[in-house]
């Protein structure tokens, strides 16, 4: 019943930008056609989604499809997790599209942009059910392909082109390895139905073949740090709301694949668990570094993601160490910080997005050193966009600080209990206090550079405050990111339920959050932060409204005409730490020498490039490029060379055939 | 039966050499289209007995190979207004001598291949090799997009011939999907055609060279 309106929920997503194709051009009424249907489909979803997390009947769905012995889909507790952040983003993007994306302004690529998105939705909420390794991969290229057309849809600009190379590239090198995954388990199981393999079933060699390909494969989808050289240029260049579903969603996908195959491998040493905390640990540290270095906003945004995933990914190792080491409490914690920080990053990252892209909307520039003041001039997006920072910097009392807590309760616990686990938290405890502190720093800098002082540019001082349709989907992920992290109870028996679904077939008993962490105390501990908050608010204006301020430019430095080119700028705020980190960011710096004494006007610029993709990939392929120079010599480009070659091949390969040792012994007989 | 077929494919294997040997594009489009017409009578001689499949093909061939495909290459050549290949990798006399040594390495080497009883006796397989060298050789030597197109009339045209033997292995529904792509193939080359000669003002591939990366 429940899975009956999942699968509604996705056919109507993908049909939703049909009729902008059949309507006239001119037709602006296809817009809302299309966001009203992604919003029915995401109110069917969601229905859907929480139907399957209250396990009100379990679904199941087999079907004959010859082609590829039988497909089959499902809605448990795990799948319908994963599905509240796929059709709540969903359901909200296009209605942010209708303001940020209007159809008058991009008559050209609005239409595509509608029908791709119902398509990269339809694909995430179908892999997500998917039951057969075959329809998961067919989800999985229908979100990979859709997400490709979304990501250049502004494919006159070469920046947006190039990224969607580069990230086409990426998720086809992610399905080549998806590809050997199934193949070997297909292989091993004899089927391709994706059900858990029995205890001791599949030997250690097989189990760390698959644990290791799903890693890689799943792992460039999430965005893991070496592998996530194609989020950067993806996120920034696509336009805002893409970006916040690229961010908030597809890459979530991939920790998805990873959390439902490492269930299917029940058997999982334990130093797989050591490995994904030490890669998370990796990717969380030197993502929001590199986010430090950055001058536009969307990339730092997406190197937050890295970051991000790092988090998730630290949980699920901690899950994996406490599976395979028999410890349900290290399970409840980590898997809990695991899914929870899934679905906490799925609305403070599209929030953060959607802010930024009102932001490039109205300032029409993503570099922060030319933004600046818009607090005053768009106050709301400012408000929304504090609640987004405040939720990804993990600061009480909002959502990310949650997600954190119960990851640094999962690792403190196995500090505890076992010396291996003191090892990990000797490890994970000081970094992820690291990154907390790093990317609050980051956000320190964002918001003081876009939404504090005074504007840089004039573009930024004529901004004006973005549409209604723009600023509701902000206000609901707003209200999500305090509601949750306010009141966790709610989110608990969902964690709960997909904890058990996760640890059915290993023999583990899941454990029941609230027996492991006092969720009941965060309200408490929120409102108490709220109040000293308030008190101090209180007391400050008491005190300031006794001496009258005198108004004057943020940051005047006390020179007696203040410019607002004297304010710091995003990159003079980070340069401390940039230099601090210099050794993995390797910033280029550009500064003019000053010699004479009435210098004329002159540039400073710094520049931190990509880490994987700037100075390992581009380089290799270069070298490559050169050893090959020499081909260059057969490939002309001429047709007449290219069917000589043909001819050449037909030839060689009919020379086999020729009976030339028969002709010669008859002629030797003669 | 044949005697009758055997003269048929001798046909076939001239119009090869007139074709490589001339250098009016309407002429070789000609040559073209009474091949291909003499290979649509191919199904019907080739098996004696006159079935309904053989005849669909044989006509559809025949409609297909001799009227409307040379139509629409005509048209063509009338709209880009060209009536030579002025300078073909190799000259005319070689290409017809190439053809010529192609059709004798032909023979040689089906008289060696393990065939069936049925078919040693014709010349059936021969004749198909030569076509398709002779429609590589026009591939591979002609620089001007239409004849391009006929050197792949002609390779296919081998092919066809080759697909006479397996006329009865083969589903119907084969022949005619192998057709309808001949057709959408010469069908999509005669509009290119059109707009190569006005993006770069000549029918040269070569000039297609400067679109490589």
Redesign the interface.
């Known amino acids: 019943m429940f899975l009956f309106l999942i699968l509604l929920a996705i056919a109507m997503a993908a049909v939703s930008g049909l009729p902008g194709f059949v309507l006239r051009r001119s037709a602006g009424g296809c817009e809302r056609l299309a966001a009203a249907g992604m919003v029915g489909a995401a109110c069917a979803g969601l229905a859907g989604a929480a139907g399957g997390m209250l396990g009100l009947g379990r679904d199941a769905l087999a079907f004959r499809w010859p082609a590829i012995g039988g497909g089959s889909v499902g809605l448990d507790a795990l799948s319908a997790f994963f599905l509240v952040p796929i059709f709540l983003i969903g359901g909200l993007g296009p209605i942010y599209g209708l303001g940020y994306w209007p159809h008058r302004r991009h008559p050209a690529n609005g239409r595509r942009l509608r029908f791709f998105w119902g398509m990269l939705v339809a694909g995430m909420a179908l892999l997500v059910i998917a039951r057969h390794a075959m329809i998961f991969l067919l989800g999985w290229e229908l979100m990979a392909l859709s997400a490709f057309f979304l990501v250049s849809t502004e494919d006159h600009h070469p920046a947006s082109r190039q990224a969607g190379w580069i990230y086409l590239i990426a998720t086809h090198v992610s399905t080549l390895v998806l590809f050997a995954l199934f193949a070997v388990w297909r292989h091993v199981t004899g089927t391709f139905a994706m059900e858990p393999a029995a205890p001791q079933a599949l030997g250690q060699g097989v189990t760390n073949l698959c644990m290791g390909l799903a890693w890689v494969g799943f792992g460039v989808k999430a965005g893991v740090m070496p592998l996530h050289f194609w989020l950067p240029g993806a996120h920034a260049n696509a336009p805002s709301h893409v970006s916040a579903i690229m961010s908030g969603v597809v890459i979530k996908t991939g920790i998805y694949g990873m959390v439902r195959w490492f269930a299917l491998l029940p058997d999982a040493a334990p130093a797989w668990g050591a490995l994904v905390l030490l890669l998370g640990v990796l990717s969380g540290v030197l993502g929001v570094v590199f986010a430090i270095g950055q001058h536009d906003l969307k990339r730092l945004l997406a190197y937050h993601s890295v970051e991000n995933i790092g988090i998730i990914l630290m949980g699920l190792g901690v899950a994996l160490l406490g599976r395979a080491m028999q410890r349900p409490e290290w399970v409840t914690l980590g898997f809990g910080a695991c899914l929870f920080h899934v679905w906490n990053h799925s609305m403070f990252k599209p929030l953060l997005f959607f802010c930024a892209g009102a932001v490039t909307q109205a300032a029409r520039t993503r570099q922060m050193d030319r933004l600046g003041g818009l607090a005053t001039r768009m106050p709301w997006t400012a408000v929304f966009f504090l609640v987004g920072a405040v939720a990804i910097c993990g600061l009480p009392p909002l959502n990310g600080f949650v997600s954190e807590w119960l990851l640094y309760l999962g690792l403190l616990k196995g500090a505890t209990d076992t010396a291996g686990g003191a090892f990990a938290a000797l490890i994970g405890v000081p970094a992820l206090a690291m990154i907390g502190a790093l990317a609050l720093a980051c956000f320190v800098k964002v918001a003081g550079a876009v939404f504090l002082g005074a504007p840089r540019t004039r573009s930024a001082g004529t901004a004006r405050e973005v549409a209604l349709c723009e600023r509701v989907p902000m206000a609901v992920l707003a209200v999500g990111c305090v509601g949750v992290g306010v009141w966790p109870s709610v989110v608990a028996p969902a964690l709960d339920a997909a904890t058990g679904c996760w640890l059915q077939g290993t023999g583990l008993d899941a454990m029941p959050l609230a027996r492991a962490v006092p969720l009941g105390v965060i309200p408490l501990l929120a409102l108490m932060l709220v109040a000293c908050v308030a008190l101090i608010v209180w007391r400050l204006r008491c005190r300031t409204a006794v001496a009258a301020p005198r108004r004057s430019l943020t940051w005047d430095c006390g020179y007696a005409r203040p410019d607002a080119r004297m304010q710091y700028t995003a990159g003079s705020f980070a340069r401390t730490l940039v230099l601090l980190f210099r050794g993995v960011l390797r910033p280029a710096e550009h500064r003019p020498q000053v010699e004479t004494l009435f210098p004329g006007p002159t540039h400073a610029h710094s520049h931190v490039d990509e880490a994987v993709l700037d100075r390992v990939l581009v380089p290799a392929g270069r070298k490559i490029e050169g050893a090959f120079a020499w081909f260059h010599r057969f490939?002309?480009?001429?047709?007449?060379h290219y069917?000589?070659y043909?001819?050449a091949v037909l030839l060689v390969f009919?020379c086999t055939?020729?009976?030339f040792r028969h002709?010669v012994s008859v002629w030797l007989k003669q | 039966m044949s005697n009758l077929l055997n003269s048929l494919l001798v046909m076939v294997l001239m119009l090869n050499l007139f074709a490589l040997g001339t250098s009016r594009i309407a002429s070789v489009i000609r040559t073209v289209a009474m091949q291909g017409a003499l290979l649509g009578t191919l199904p019907l001689v080739l098996h004696g007995h006159l079935s309904g499949g053989a005849l669909l093909i044989a006509a559809l061939t025949i409609t297909l190979k001799g009227v409307v495909i040379p139509g629409m290459m005509n048209r063509a050549l009338r709209d880009v207004k060209i009536k030579r290949e002025v300078e073909p990798?190799i000259g005319f006399q070689a290409s017809v001598i190439l053809g010529a040594l192609a059709t004798v390495c032909a023979l040689l080497?089906a008289g060696?291949?393990p065939l069936a009883a049925a078919h040693a006796g014709t010349l059936v397989v021969p004749t198909a090799i030569a076509t398709v060298?002779t429609g590589?050789i026009l591939?591979?030597?002609?620089?001007k997009a239409l004849t391009?197109v006929m050197g792949y009339l002609v390779l296919e045209n081998g092919i066809f011939i080759f697909g006479m033997l397996l006329v009865q292995a083969m589903p119907l529904v084969v022949e005619l999907g192998v057709l309808l792509d001949l057709f959408v193939a010469i069908f999509v080359t005669c509009i290119i055609v059109n707009h190569i000669n006005q993006a770069f003002s000549s029918l040269d591939?070569?000039r297609?060279?400067?679109?490589?990366e």
Not at chain 1, 635 to 640: A, Y
Not at chain 2, 208 to 212: C, D, E, G, I, V
């Open positions: 490939h002309r480009g001429l047709t007449q069917v000589l043909v001819l009919l055939l020729f009976p002709m | 990798l080497f060696r291949l060298l590589f591939l591979i030597t002609r620089f391009q591939t070569r297609l060279a400067s679109l490589k």
